[in-house]
């Protein structure tokens, strides 16, 4: 059987640094959210300025650029949703992504020159929907997270060439229907579903008793724990040849709030593994170990190959904890050379001179090498470097290039942070 055309691989970016690092380190394409009307409110979010640099900077390299605009809107929302479009007008990002209707049909209204792409939030899982949407003017639709391999085959056969299905591969599972969660909204007042959630699937619960309050009982399933909304993480780089075989068209990691680390990780790790599989399959199953190991230098929360191959089961739970397994930690990017042939970063973690550490190289090369000297911006000789976002210059005996990422290994530490600057 032949290959079908190799599928887009898509990334994340918080900001306009990670959107850099995503198209260097194997992005086909990044998505991303403004200021206003995405689902990561908590995210840094790019400003209009960056915006622009951002698509720039992607279509440097025949790389493209979507904004999310994927809320479930109000009526207190639909005219900022028509002022924001007609920004998105002159900013001209390669498509939108939307899951209200309301929403859609202004997109249509403001720029209907615009690639319109279908959120998973608006719970795609039958062909027929897919077919509404293609009527409705869209190029693309997200499946929901909770279709397997045979059901995305099975839409495939039956709607256009030319519509194309996007389906999340790698990244956090949500307990709810494809994103649609009101526990944030009734726990704290922040909706999910209007980019505001503050994540209580992965908080510990307890029950009480109506006639005993204040006597906490703790929930148990399977005597394993209490976490019982926490899912781990998807991750399907063991599965690419069925993965493309469905017929899906575009390849998307989820984490619009990770470190340009976790980006930077992931995008190479699948970039290879897809481009392997189009050189063969052998190429591929070869490589695997690899894959495996690179993908567990993320920071992540176990993995799952999701709804892929068949309903979930309480395997795809995590009972014991809220942690994330941290293995690697992230020290910064090299920003080109100072005049003493010094390599430039903003440091992100505390290292010492004497520390041997890992580049690692958007060519997929991971490189050990010796920190043989800090300074600050002025020169001044540093031990070590303390100060968390601060400017240094660093020297490691060899010659590196802009883009090539340093990090640490952690031995036998398990990150106990939730944070979403962690992650």
Avoid at 16 to 32: M, P
Avoid at 108 to 114: D, F
Wanted: charged share 25%; glycine share 6%.
């Amino acid at each position: 059987m032949s290959k079908r055309e190799k599928p887009e691989l898509l990334i994340p970016a918080s900001n306009l640094e990670v959107l850099k690092v995503a198209i260097n380190y194997g992005a086909d394409a990044v998505y991303i959210g403004g200021e206003m009307f995405g689902l990561r409110a908590k995210a840094k979010n790019f400003s209009k300025e960056d915006m622009i640099a951002g698509i720039q900077y992607a279509h440097q390299f025949g790389k493209k650029v979507y904004v999310t605009a994927n809320i479930t809107a109000h009526n207190r929302d639909l005219e900022g949703v028509a002022e924001y479009f007609e920004e998105m007008k002159e900013i001209k990002p390669d498509a939108l992504i939307i899951s209200d209707p309301g929403v859609f049909d202004i997109a249509r209204e403001v720029i209907p020159e615009m690639e319109l792409h279908i959120s998973t939030q608006a719970n795609s899982v039958n062909y027929r929907t897919y077919l509404f949407w293609k009527r409705m003017g869209a190029q693309r639709v997200v499946s929901a997270r909770e279709l397997s391999l045979h059901e995305i085959a099975e839409i495939r056969k039956n709607i256009p060439d030319d519509l194309e299905i996007e389906t999340f591969v790698h990244g956090a599972m949500c307990m709810s229907y494809s994103g649609r969660c009101l526990l944030s909204n009734y726990f704290t007042g922040r909706d999910a579903n209007l980019g505001a959630c503050t994540h209580p699937c992965r908080w510990k619960y307890h029950i009480v008793e109506e006639t005993r309050p204040g006597e906490y009982m703790p929930i148990f399933e399977n005597d394993r724990g209490t976490y019982i909304f926490n899912s781990k993480d998807l991750c399907m780089i063991e599965h690419i040849p069925e993965i493309i075989e469905a017929g899906i068209d575009s390849l998307k990691v989820e984490g619009r709030m990770k470190t340009a680390l976790y980006v930077a990780t992931v995008a190479r790790t699948y970039r290879k593994a897809i481009d392997d599989y189009y050189i063969s399959e052998e190429t591929y199953r070869k490589n695997i170990p690899y894959y495996k190991e690179e993908i567990a230098k993320c920071t992540y929360r176990q993995y799952t190959t999701g709804f892929f191959f068949g309903p979930t089961t309480s395997e795809t739970q995590i009972y014991d904890s809220n942690t994330y397994v941290k293995e690697y930690t992230y020290l910064g990017i090299i920003q080109g050379k100072n005049e003493a042939g010094m390599y430039g970063l903003e440091q992100r973690n505390k290292f010492c001179v004497g520390d041997t550490i890992e580049i690692m190289k958007p060519n997929g090369e991971n490189i050990m090498a010796t920190v043989k000297r800090i300074t600050d911006e002025e020169g001044t000789d540093m031990d070590s470097c303390p100060h968390p976002k601060q400017q240094i210059y660093v020297d490691f005996g060899m010659e590196l290039e802009n883009f090539d990422i340093l990090r640490r290994k952690e031995e036998g530490v398990s990150s106990e942070c939730n944070c979403s600057s962690c992650q």
